[in-house]
């Protein structure tokens, strides 16, 4: 079986930057596709109870696609749920560009 924290290092920083590099303003078609990507992303993703509880977060919490701030947003607030779940610290969903984007400021 995959080791699950590697995969959730690695998975967490392609989704973060994702997010990071999504259209300010999206198309519909974009908006519709990022929808798709992430439903599919949450029945294929290979650690099976991960997936089971992102399915079910995202039920009461669906995707906010319409803007890249949007999609940040929801991406990092769903990440703070995990965290929370496994006792690590809730990350500050202001500073997401400064980690995923832009780098510290100076
Ligand atoms: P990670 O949580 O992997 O975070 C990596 C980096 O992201 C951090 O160092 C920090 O700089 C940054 N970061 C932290 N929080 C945020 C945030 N809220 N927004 C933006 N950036 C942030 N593991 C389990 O044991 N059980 C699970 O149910 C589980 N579910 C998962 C579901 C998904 C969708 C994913 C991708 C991973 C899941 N994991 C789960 C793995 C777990 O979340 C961690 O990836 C793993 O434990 C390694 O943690 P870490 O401390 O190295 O940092």
Known sequence: ???VEQLGRS???FLHTMAAYYPE???YA???SMKT???TFS???PCNFCAEHLREEMKSKPPKVESRWA?????CEMHNIV???LGKNIFDCSKIDERWKDGPKD
């Open 30 to 32: 974009q908006q519709r």
């Open 71 to 75: 999609l940040g947003k929801w991406l």
């Open 83 to 85: 965290n929370e779940k």
């Open 1 to 3: 079986p995959p080791d």
């Open 37 to 39: 990507f992430l439903s």
């Open 11 to 13: 998975t967490w920083t």
């Open 25 to 27: 303003v999206p198309s």
């Open 43 to 45: 029945e294929f993703y």
